[in-house]
């Protein structure tokens, strides 16, 4: 189709869009109107540009007319009324008045309403979703009423009750509640149970009954364009989870349970979904389906599911255990990595048995999935087992590489995860030292294993780990491996002051190594300084959190705060007002505590930081340690801690923060608001590691415990 001359004429370069001005939206615009082989080529740059990432600009405001003229036009139309969705659904907006980008959405549906009554279903569906994002009750939703009425195809009738549930949920709600049943066309039937969830409808039998009728749910969710109803089980929990009432709560998982023991392969996939989410955000949601997730443990998903629960699903230890008993490498893999976490002792013998059969067990039992402070249980035949593998590793080169002896990808994960269960067991596993000094040549982070194992065993052992790791100690990781065994300190400032030479990439870390030996290394201060004195061409994140590394490390070993303050202010100023340096600042905010009473000066610019949840502990942790104590307001510093927790910015570091501050700080409200967080059923730690997280709110929660315990 032609566009009209204005396209070009129109000031294109005052506007902008993600990239920087829009100056390319014209031919963008032209390329996707005409079709043709440019024009998906053409859309991509255009969500690219208008929609990057879901964030909308001002651009957005300028193209939308000319899209919903390219809608009109009979070509395109599809793709061009879901591009006006996106403009109209999304609230991340950048360089423009809130709601200014919906609006111009919104000034375009003269032109989009007539699409509703199209003869293309496709395009009548689009026209439907497009409707219901611009929220306009003037004229889109009679139109969208006026049409659900009059359409006879169940996909685009479950669009229009979809997008009428946007612009009237009370309306839309009533028009449900006759279409919960089972003669309801399926896609219908599941946007009536999301039009009643989403006007906060008491969960009834009658929507149980609908969702269980249509499991598996997630092919009919895909007939619509709602990203947020792609996942219709898991979605429905999690919003019957997050009303946070007893009542919801049992609903939800009463609802899984029953999804669980469908005796459908595909229902109890997609059950299993929604049980995963359930136990991120629910801390009773283990207890409660753990029976019906156990008989399922030969599904990957399952086994999975039971591993992140950890200790709390021992029950299903005899299920996982004769599973991973079982000659099929591949279930039994899965049902020993489920066990490593869920029974580790039950598992040790285990793993023995079958090991280089069961990689992701013995990744598990290495420390990928398993707590820090909970390391795999020693096992005298996991140790033998180790060792022979250990030493067919010092003895075979790897294959393909036979010209230079390098080990492969492969070789390298197996060794790693052997060295790393060794280093768990520290002296236990001494016996392995043999091994893993033949090792070392072609492994080198086997040094760390080696003086783990060797501290504190006797000099013939010592000394045999200090020789191997001495031929190789020009390396800053193997001269720290060094120091950590005998306390040798000159391979260390060697390997160290190499890594601060100009151009080194190694700076933060041979920082940290000079740090740990504070006064010790003080002939090298001039090194750091100088290291600190380079010229940077830009702030980024690793240039400020190299500055942070030096002037810690000078603070360390000189002990002169007039040197390192000004450093770790401009740090903290280099962040301020830059949301992607906060995590910097919050680093920085933590570490300054090192200083003390000597990062006073400091004060000032910590207590900014209170104000963003996502840094407010770390400057907690910092004010603790360097501000005047009779100069803080506690109440505040508990209030920051709280809101960080109570918003999930950053609860992990709000614990700690929370019992440096210790119980005499909590007023009677903050009390009870942290007794809520602390015994409530929603889960705190909502973001991480997916194997990481239910475990880490478990211990955080132990954690608030204990700060109420001393509260009294």
């Known amino acids: 189709m032609e566009l009209p001359t204005a396209l070009d004429e129109h000031p294109w370069a005052t506007v902008r869009h993600a990239y920087g001005p829009a100056e390319d939206l014209p031919g963008l615009l032209r390329a996707f109107a005409e079709g043709g082989e440019g024009a998906e080529e053409a859309l991509d740059e255009l969500y690219g540009s208008i929609v990057h990432q879901g964030t909308v600009y001002a651009a957005g405001i300028d193209a939308a007319p000319y899209l919903a003229r390219i809608a009109a036009s009979g070509r395109q139309t599809v793709d061009a009324l879901l591009l006006l969705g996106c403009l109209a659904e999304s609230e991340d907006e950048h360089g423009v008045e809130p709601g200014a980008v919906r609006a111009a959405v919104t000034a375009q549906l003269p032109l989009l309403v007539p699409l509703l009554a199209d003869e293309d279903a496709a395009v009548r569906q689009a026209a439907g979703w497009t409707a219901g994002h611009t929220r306009d009750a003037r004229t889109a939703l009679p139109a969208v009423r006026a049409r659900l009425t009059a359409e006879t195809e169940p996909a685009v009738r479950a669009e229009l009750l979809t997008a009428y549930s946007r612009l009237d949920r009370a309306g839309a709600v009533a028009e449900a509640r006759a279409l919960l ?233 197996d060794t790693a995860q052997l060295v790393h269960l060794l280093r768990q067991w520290g002296p236990q596993a001494v016996e392995a030292l043999p091994e893993l000094c033949a090792v070392l040549p072609r492994f080198q982070y086997a040094a760390t294993a080696i003086t783990a194992v060797a501290v504190g065993t006797g000099p ?33 400032f060697a390997a160290a002051e190499a890594a601060l030479a100009p151009g080194a990439r190694g700076v933060v870390e041979g920082a940290r190594a000079l740090a740990g030996l504070g006064p010790a290394a003080a002939r090298l201060a001039p090194v750091l300084r100088t290291a600190l004195g380079r010229a940077v061409d830009r702030d980024t994140t690793p240039e400020l959190d190299t500055d942070l590394a030096l002037a810690l490390a000078l603070w360390r070993i000189t002990g002169e705060a007039a040197e390192v303050v000004p450093v770790l202010a401009s740090v903290l100023d280099g962040s301020e007002g830059r949301p992607w340096f906060r995590w910097t600042a919050a680093r920085a905010a933590r570490e300054i505590a090192a200083l003390g009473p000597a990062g006073r000066p400091l004060t000032a610019r910590l207590q900014t930081l209170l104000d963003d949840p996502a840094q407010a502990p770390s400057a907690v942790l910092g004010l603790l340690a360097v501000a005047d104590p009779a100069a803080l307001d506690h109440a505040r510093l508990a209030e920051a801690a709280l809101h960080s927790a109570e918003t999930r910015a950053d609860p992990r570091g709000a614990g700690a923060a929370l019992r440096a501050l210790g119980a005499t700080a909590l007023t009677p409200e903050q009390h009870d608001r942290l007794a809520a967080l602390a015994t409530g059923d929603r889960r705190l730690i909502v973001s991480g590691s997916d194997h990481a997280m239910i475990r880490e709110d478990e211990q955080l929660r132990a954690a608030l415990a204990s700060v109420l315990d001393r509260v009294g």
């Open 181 to 413: 049943g089972p003669d309801t066309p399926a896609p219908l039937r599941l946007a009536a149970v999301f039009a009643s969830l989403d006007a906060g409808e008491p969960w009834l039998a009658a929507h149980r009954d609908a969702v269980l009728g249509l499991l598996p749910a997630s092919e009919t969710a895909r007939s619509g364009h709602s990203d947020e109803h792609r996942e219709p089980l898991r979605t429905i929990v999690g919003i019957l989870l997050r009303r946070e009432t007893g009542t919801d709560r049992e609903s939800a998982l009463a609802l899984v349970d029953a999804a669980l023991r469908d005796d459908r392969p595909e229902a109890r996939a997609e059950a299993l979904w929604a049980a995963d989410h359930a136990c991120t955000l629910s801390r009773s949601a283990p207890r409660r389906l753990i029976p019906a997730i156990a008989p399922l443990a030969a599904d990957r998903t399952a086994a999975q599911l039971l591993g992140k629960l950890g200790p709390a699903a021992a029950g299903a230890t005899p299920v996982l255990a004769e599973l991973a008993a079982q000659a099929d490498d591949e279930a039994a893999d899965q049902a020993l990595a489920a066990l490593v976490l869920v029974a580790p002792r039950t598992a040790a013998p285990l793993l023995a048995a079958a090991l280089g059969r069961r990689p992701r067990a013995m990744r598990y039992a290495a420390g990928s999935h398993a707590p820090a402070d909970a390391p795999f249980p020693f096992a005298p035949d996991l140790l033998a087992a180790v060792r022979a593998r250990l030493a067919a590793k010092a003895m075979e080169r790897p294959e393909g590489r036979k010209d230079c002896g390098c080990p492969t990808t492969e070789d390298h994960n």
């Open 460 to 492: 013939e052992q010592r000394e045999q780990a200090a020789t191997a790791l001495r031929a190789d100690a020009g390396k800053l990781f193997m001269a720290q491996a060094l120091h950590g065994l005998t306390g040798e300190t000159e391979p260390l």
